[in-house]
């Protein structure tokens, strides 16, 4: 098969790390380069193979079909333009370009939600990892009209210590991490909220995200544990999400509540939901499970890269 | 000084074991006998010292003036009826005695807010570890007719493995439980809901509760992220708790979020709160963090005996 | 392609889970049943897809080209004889046909250093987890005489959880391994020291084996500290397995000691070699690390089906 | 009681935290400063209260009867020699005054070995993590000449990621630890092996170490697996530590193979001994376990202190 040649600006983080491998395994996928400012010069083992980390000047964007941008939020813009310039499309990891953050936010590459949007377009932004469990949790019950109108959406979610990336930071030494737990962003202040509640209001919705992330002692994965006021209640709590979904590669519907071992190294979110008991408020709890690195950055990369290119959708990609 | 004669029932488990090493470090209790009925016979290692486990029905519970049941939830009422009956007084730390389980249920010893009800007590329902979070963390609000009448609190806690109890089970295996985290009892079906409920209305509220609770791959800890509609914003988020705890020796105020580093292993709940941004109607993000098995259950249950007994409340407790 | 239909006794605990995926990914394998005795009835998702356990008795031992016995040891044997009745190959994970164990051994199946004697085999002992790692690492130093005559040779390694077993025991409980480590069958009492010795002797080598095995609070992998007194210093320490192991897919060399991290979810060994200084006699300290579920067992019994198949060795297993 | 006044140079890293715990819960010590460079005017929490940190040059060195050194190997030197100028005690747990890496050695703060040379001292080097687990394990065989002449003493040890300090390190991320295992300095190069040597050697015994740490996914706690070559079999494997440490307060003999639960944050090693079976040679078995934060480092420093101060040696320390 005649191969597309990718490059990976970021490609020593966490996401860019796995992006190198998902690249190296994915049979229409060539690795062009992997630019990483600082470990430029070394080399690491991915997926068995070895990659050797370029500086990012020295980055032959010319040569790229594609480019994903792993940069850190605010790095990633000047980076996008420079491939776009060099005739490559992106994929833009970052913040920079998504709703919520961009002044003139870039085709957002949520593709269960988005497809239409995503097939000719030249530069992509990939969502967070947050808002792609939540809004994939959500959105059935949006624009089906189900939720009640201005009501608050609570989303009480945990993730594990790869979503802070791997830049060293003391409190996220092993010493201070195993054995804790603990919210941060509190009072509805991080930035997916922005993103978040931008996707949600474009879908037609009028309603308030009331969100607050935790910090897991584990690698990888996110659990989402969201409440829902409902216009009336459900006779069949998983009826929105079959209907939306039908036939999506990559969204699994679940009666049994989604744990971390169903989803993680796969890009796929696992979705449960369960009426509310003994509460007069008919309310919905949804619970949406996905590897943070994978169905949250990486991997939905790639999904956006394929369409972008042209290739089946799940190719490459570990369901 | 003269020590006060305690014996454990169900003294092998988590909760029991706990127990042992608070009455071999206190001042002013002498461990009469533990029985624990599937080791009985065996000895472990605790605080430091030996305990031997005796037979349930070998333990002299005449000779003790304070017997703790830490038995398995159904099991516990009739050992409570046999330690009454020998002349004991009680801490039952089992669901039996409590609020939404007893048809009469005992005086509840959650003594920041119940203290007056357990002075003459003779027998007293130790709280479970989720409402003894929670219940601390809201009464405030409560009581002061601060929550907007009807409302539902939602609370998404997160319990370490000892919550579930030291009877082996596959799921609770270490290569089942590390680097996973799940959701449980989903739908506010917890057995807890009911105790909380029956308490929070016995304080005048008229809300709803709905809860969550997920399994952590830590030890042990418990923190309880609250969210609670509120009838008008609050110009100092903390003031509810200062007034209503001042004094209190195992309560503590934080503007931080609170960890489950802050209170492993110590007698206290550690709380905050924060206002909610961007949200439409006033809320609340209270967070409360304890140790599921001190604060939670063995030291509350000294906390208590140390009432019934007439000895200082804070007596032979870690803060 | 012809698939050939395998069957598998003993499918619910972690060797049988695992052999389950392996066999379902597996190019050249059919899953003709998947039995497991106590959850029979039940259903299991692995490797995406849904695995029903029948009982044992219902197995069509006669259906299949081969069975794996991953059954407890001692329960193995009687069921390797019933399926070597009905017709089938059979590949035994158990200790019950292994050198050390049993009077009239099976084909010892670790390939690397016995394929001469597995091609035509009908049953196959497949080596213990620890073994595996241990006489992979020593053998090239073995069968060159490079080993001081009537030497010891020390081993201290350390497993994850999963090298015990799924069925559930109190010390096993995540809480009473989280943030623990300990040695166990102190004093050269391992089940295991006697199938490596026998193993070694066959080799030629006259040295006794001194193996001290410890829990580690993850859920899969081996790393083997071994400490070789040598005749003489090696010029290039890493050679003898350079020389030994050259083309082997399934070993890796490295100048760096090998981490568990490095060997999961892969059938590889992965060893390294370095000469201890300040010490008078010339000594060799040889690290080999592997996952013990795949080339500790699930991945080098698929490696031995495929000998025993006639299929190509490396087929199905990620390597 | 009158205080003793104490000061800590380092007080922000894992020792100088433990160390500030330590002093401020002892009876007879009080915090003169605890100084941190990095952290100068911030504030900790620890043990419950409140600690400042000055800049090392603001810390009052003449108002401490006693001055920890909790600095980084080759920072701490410059800082004993100040703090000694200005009049007080020193208790350095760096390695810049131990044997193997000073070319004058303080006296070796071992107590159980070296009591006798610390009573009028006024400067002692604290011994490292590792040496003090495996000294205090084989020290009893080696001064009853029960280990075979010229013989290598192997160890392999574990330790706790707090071992290596609290400054961000990418490797030392809890995503890079978690679920790995690996060993370091391997081929006997670690810096302990020099002190181990040069302690063991000035008992009088002709043996070479070779020793292998490794890094384990946990927070505290060592566990040593060492093997001695012994001039012949002991009938009772425990008699010579029994009658080496007969009323010690901080050693504790066990049949069972010790673990890190039994030891961490107690001011103990916990020792046992195993004859190996199998091997020609006669052969102990000995595994010592420690806190490495607490006997490995902190809390040995206060038992010094103790001793330097003419304070009962065992005050303010958990045993």
């Known amino acids: 098969m005649n191969k597309y040649s990718v490059g990976i600006l970021g490609a020593s983080g966490?996401?860019?790390?796995?992006?190198?491998?998902?690249?190296?395994?994915?049979?229409?996928?060539?690795?062009?380069?992997?630019a990483a400012n600082e470990r430029r010069g070394e080399r690491a083992r991915v997926a068995g193979r070895e990659v050797a980390f370029v500086a990012p000047d020295d980055a032959r964007l010319d040569a790229a079909d594609l480019v994903f941008t792993a940069l850190p939020h605010?790095?990633?813009?000047?980076?996008?333009?420079?491939?776009?310039?060099?005739?490559?499309?992106?994929?833009?990891?970052?913040?920079?370009?998504?709703?919520?953050?961009a002044s003139?936010?870039?085709?957002?590459?949520?593709?269960?939600?988005?497809?239409?949007?995503?097939?000719?377009a030249e530069v992509v932004a990939n969502p967070g990892c947050y808002p792609t469990a939540i809004l994939?949790?959500?959105a059935p019950l949006l624009v089906r009209g189900l939720v009640e109108p201005g009501a608050t959406i609570q989303v009480a979610a945990a993730s594990g210590v790869s979503g802070a990336g791997l830049a060293p930071r003391a409190e996220l030494m092993f010493g201070e991490v195993t054995e804790d737990y603990r919210a941060y962003a509190v009072g509805n202040t991080h930035r997916h909220v922005a993103e978040m509640t931008a996707v949600a209001r474009s879908l037609?919705?009028?309603?308030?995200?009331?969100?607050?992330?935790?910090?897991?002692?584990?690698?990888?994965?996110?659990?989402?544990?969201?409440?829902?006021?409902?216009?009336?209640?459900?006779?069949?709590?998983?009826?929105?999400?079959?209907?939306?979904?039908?036939?999506?590669?990559?969204i699994e519907?679940?009666?049994?509540?989604?744990?971390?071992?169903?989803?993680?190294?796969?890009?796929?979110?696992?979705?449960?939901?369960?009426?509310?008991?003994?509460?007069?408020?008919?309310?919905?709890?949804?619970?949406?499970?996905?590897?943070?690195l994978v169905k949250g950055a990486a991997g939905q990369a790639v999904q956006n890269a394929n369409l972008l290119l042209g290739i089946e959708e799940p190719m490459g990609l570990p369901a």
Chains 1, 2, 3, 4 share one sequence.
């Open 204 to 250: 037609g919705a009028d309603v308030d995200l009331l969100f607050t992330p935790h910090l897991l002692p584990v690698a990888r994965g996110i659990l989402a544990t969201i409440t829902v006021p409902l216009v009336a209640p459900l006779a069949d709590p998983l009826a929105p999400w079959r209907e939306a979904y039908g036939a999506e590669p990559f």
């Open 14 to 34: 966490y996401a860019g790390r796995e992006l190198c491998g998902l690249v190296l395994r994915h049979p229409a996928l060539a690795l062009a380069f992997a």
């Open 136 to 138: 994939l949790a959500i």
């Open 253 to 292: 519907l679940s009666t049994e509540p989604p744990t971390l071992r169903d989803v993680v190294r796969r890009n796929v979110v696992r979705i449960s939901a369960h009426a509310a008991a003994g509460v007069r408020r008919p309310t919905l709890v949804v619970l949406a499970a996905l590897d943070n």
């Open 74 to 101: 605010g790095a990633a813009a000047p980076w996008v333009a420079r491939a776009r310039a060099a005739g490559a499309r992106v994929v833009d990891l970052s913040a920079d370009l998504r709703p919520g953050s």
């Open 104 to 120: 003139e936010p870039a085709p957002y590459g949520l593709p269960e939600l988005t497809r239409p949007t995503l097939a000719g």
